[in-house]
């Protein structure tokens, strides 16, 4: 057997440089403030970790990153916010960063940037559920998803110690990390003039404050909020209740409340726990704090924020939306009509009888059970009523305003939760899987992701969704069941009964 021995050190030199090659094959794009490079997921790119932000100043507004030399790789998510119960995600104070999913870097598609929940404390743009790319294929658009500063990081008012910014910094972020996609998305693919904005429950709030915000004026073109509402913001005598309860638990008094700003952060994140000193339940409420400064107004009151009406709005809810809410609490499903009442006091979050609304639904529903009115009543009340005052703002004013509601049941533990919280993000970003509610690509459930997506991006490409906008008087809106449709005025005689009483979003 002869050896060629020019052959063999080709060959070893072409093997030694394979890895080089791999590497100039991966995708490469440029921001303005350096070159990163993705990899190719699917049938499109990603590009994870992008820094949007430079590492935050507790408490202060973002910064724009520093610009860097080379290629930087965008191959892994950035941590999340320092938060409580999100074990499975590295966290940090710097965390500034978002994800594009995108079918090529040229052409100019239409942007959807995603704005996770997690009710302003919790909560990442790095979840399974929310990879962008097979919304991305499917609609041969950009997908982007983000993290940004939450809870006392974010959104604890601190403006009489020090920190002008701080009741809003998380929004600040948000508006920041719009400013650096209506930059640089267009060298991924992506049109900075059509750009959507969707969120789901925190997610959908923090939409609606943007809505209302004078420094995020023009960065978007479309929103849409799932079972996510802000029709008022916290208010500052509120927000300063929160914040001295806050100091409290942080050990800080009076004269050294600025030593907040060098606290080991695990410290501030173990002061999180507390009970609300103004609602009286649940841990300390942080939001979006009327502070006359980014914040002038509330988003939905005493109308629609004007500065956003000409912004086409899809506003939608699950049709069980507190199903979601049962954790290991499963009496909920066993209540006996001696117990309704009792459980709906706290969990409507308005001031009405709660024995007068057992009654009405018991005359709405005979068929119904305890266990059945007491969500009916909770998800009307306490979830519903935003999104309702929403869409009637805006057709009162003339803008475009569609309303949905999700009434697909979830196939979860032979269908008890119905349509619950949550339930919407797995079908419009297709990640059937990696949901708890679902967790399976049958058929029935590709099916209902399909026109999801389908509706979503259609609206991105639109602002036309493809039904009729949500007026005073009919009051259309989307039915996404099985079998989807549109209904003039859904549950009329439940919208009549809460409408009588004042509603105060709850935490504000």
């Not at 960065?219 to 927000?239: C, D, E, I, K």
């Not at 036309?464 to 859904?490: E, L």
């Amino acid at each position: 057997m002869k050896i060629d021995r020019r052959a063999l050190m080709a060959s070893g030199l072409a093997l030694a440089a394979a890895p080089d090659v791999r590497a100039q094959a991966a995708p490469i794009a440029r921001t303005t403030f350096g070159r990163v490079r993705g990899a190719t997921e699917g049938g499109v790119l990603s590009f994870k970790g992008v820094r949007y932000g430079a590492p935050t100043q507790r408490f202060m507004a973002p910064r724009e990153p520093t610009s860097w030399r080379g290629v930087r790789d965008a191959l892994a998510y950035g941590p999340a916010c320092l938060q409580r119960g999100l074990d499975d995600e590295p966290q940090s104070e710097d965390c500034l960063f978002l994800n594009i999913w995108t079918p090529s870097l040229q052409g100019q598609r239409p942007v959807l940037l995603y704005i996770h929940g997690g009710a302003y404390n919790t909560g990442s743009g790095s979840s399974p559920i929310t990879n962008g790319a097979r919304l991305a294929e499917r609609g041969d658009v950009v997908v982007i998803t983000l993290n940004h500063r939450l809870n006392a990081f974010g959104y604890a008012y601190l403006a009489a110690h020090g920190f002008p910014d701080s009741g809003n910094v998380g929004q600040l972020d948000l508006i920041l990390a719009l400013e650096w996609v209506r930059e640089n998305i267009g060298h991924f693919g992506g049109a900075p003039g059509l750009i959507t904005v969707f969120g789901q429950s925190g997610g959908g709030a923090k939409i609606a404050t943007l809505m209302a915000m004078p420094a995020a004026a023009g960065l978007f073109h479309r929103a849409l909020t799932m079972s996510g509402q802000q029709v008022t913001a916290s208010g500052p005598l509120n927000a300063t209740r929160r914040t001295n309860a806050y100091l409290e638990a942080c050990g800080l008094s009076a004269q050294n409340t600025r030593d907040i700003a060098t606290l080991p952060a695990s410290r501030l994140v173990e002061a999180l726990q507390p009970t609300d000193p103004v609602l009286g339940f649940g841990s300390i409420y942080f939001g979006p704090v009327l502070d006359q400064r980014y914040l002038q107004r509330h988003p939905f009151y005493p109308d629609a924020a004007p500065q956003s009406l000409a912004i086409p709005m899809m506003i939608g809810n699950t049709r069980d939306e507190t199903r979601g809410f049962v954790g290991s609490d499963r009496s909920l499903f066993s209540l006996t009509w001696d117990e309704v009442a009792p459980r709906l006091a706290s969990a409507m979050r308005i001031d009405i009888d709660p024995a007068h609304v057992v009654r009405e639904y018991r005359l709405l529903y005979p068929n119904y059970s305890p266990s059945d009115v007491y969500f009916a009543a909770s998800t009307a009340a306490r979830s519903w009523r935003g999104a309702l005052i929403e869409l009637e703002e805006r057709a009162r004013a003339g803008a475009p305003a569609y309303a949905y509601q999700l009434d697909w049941r979830a196939p979860a533990e032979g269908g008890i939760f119905g349509a619950p919280h949550t339930l919407d993000i797995p079908l419009v970003f297709g990640n059937l899987e990696d949901s708890h509610w679902i967790g399976a690509r049958t058929p029935e459930a590709e099916a209902m992701s399909a026109r999801m997506m389908d509706t979503l991006i259609r609206f991105a490409r639109t602002g036309d969704p493809g039904w009729p906008a949500y007026t005073p008087n009919a009051r259309q809106t989307m039915i996404f069941d099985t079998t989807s449709r549109v209904v003039s005025d859904p549950r009329r005689r439940e919208r009549e009964l809460f409408a009588r009483v004042p509603y105060i979003q709850p935490g504000t």
